[in-house]
């Protein structure tokens, strides 16, 4: 009985696939690749201007590719063209544009072309330069940072909260401004050599203000961020600080950029979407291109925090001795080897 049990089965295993009909699944409609291109353009003296290309694939791999062969130009509104001569970096094209060269105004309108192949030929919407209402200046004062751990245990830490006051209104408009920031700090390591690191501020939020959403035609120490207190705050910090008139069509994009980077995930929130782009290929519709170009003036604040007015902490190195295991290479084995370390000041550096 066992045996003819084992047959039985034996041949419902080897005949079964036998009876099931093959299912084709189609391609998704959905193209197998795109482009990011995320561009600006900073109206100065000398002007900036940055365009970073990448191509982006979906079926094939999660890491963006840089595309270093491209043609890439910036159009004036009244026809003046400059085209990138440099060999870019990891997708980056770059230049500095001096007035006499290429003129960079406020009231004017500009935009970027891309040729990637003589088929794929990208291009932004025309972005114009406002004014930048110029900042008054930087305050601060210490605070007291709450988290909150898996656990749902509170911890409170020292920290120090960054205010600005400027005015929102220039002789036109009241301006939409967004912040970006630069951390420089000095550390000296064990073997007695001083750096000055100098990066971007890192931070999860952006930050934005409409003028057009608030009363007043000046902002009085106005919350930027908070900071736990660190190695950057030990033997001297430089806080810069970049202030940015944005179009309309700019603020949106950082609007919606910034709706997504504060999605809790949450029933209440709204639902995520693909944030809008003024790039795209006019000779193809469906090609799929994210980023954005924007067009701005900036005005540039810096405030130096001493060591003393800091609290005068104590010193990041040498590391003081723990029961934990020994620490991975830090700062303080050779501070030269942090990202954006040198043994030079930045030039602003009083």
């Given amino acids: 009985m066992d045996r003819l049990l084992y047959s039985l089965l034996f041949m419902l295993v ?42 982006l694939f979906f079926y094939t791999s999660n890491i963006n590719r840089p595309v270093n062969n491209a043609l890439v130009s910036l159009i004036k509104n009244t026809g003046e063209r400059y085209e990138f001569q440099d060999i870019p970096l990891d997708g980056i094209y770059s230049a500095y544009l001096e007035q006499v060269d290429f003129p960079v105004t406020v009231g004017q309108e500009y935009r970027i072309e891309v040729e990637i192949t ?8 025309w972005d114009k330069v406002h004014a930048t209402p110029m900042a008054d200046h930087i305050s601060w004062g210490f605070t007291e940072i709450e988290t909150i751990s898996v656990d749902g245990l509170i911890s409170r830490s020292p920290g120090i909260q960054i205010n600005i006051t400027s005015p929102i209104t220039t002789a036109a408009e009241r301006a939409r401004l967004r912040w970006e920031f630069i ?93 809008s782009s003024n790039i795209n290929n006019p000779a193809d519709s469906t090609q799929l291109v994210y980023g954005f170009f924007s067009a701005y003036s900036q005005d540039t604040l810096r405030r130096f925090f001493t060591r003393e007015e800091m609290g005068n902490l104590n010193f990041y190195c040498p590391r003081p001795p723990t029961s934990q295991a020994p620490p991975p290479v830090t700062v303080c084995d050779g501070c030269i080897d942090a990202l954006g370390s040198s043994y030079n000041k930045p030039y602003y550096w009083q």
């Fill in 14 to 55: 080897l005949f079964a696939p036998a009876c099931l009909d093959e299912i084709e699944i189609e391609n998704a409609d959905r193209p197998e690749d795109g482009y990011v291109v995320q561009a600006k353009l900073i109206q100065g003296s000398p002007s900036y201007v940055e365009v970073k290309v990448e191509q």
């Fill in 118 to 125: 003589p088929e794929i030929r990208l291009q932004s919407d």
């Fill in 183 to 275: 951390d420089a700090y000095q550390v000296t390591d064990n073997l007695n050599f001083t750096c000055y690191i100098e990066n971007p501020y890192q931070n999860s939020k952006l930050f934005l203000l409409d003028g057009n959403t608030v009363a007043p035609d000046t902002i009085r120490d106005y919350p930027l961020f908070t900071d736990r207190l660190g190695i950057r705050h030990i033997e001297g910090y430089y806080l810069s600080v970049f202030q940015q008139a944005l179009s309309p069509e700019a603020f949106n994009y950082w609007e919606q950029v910034a709706a997504l980077l504060e999605r809790e995930g949450t029933v209440f929130d709204n639902p995520a979407g693909t944030v």
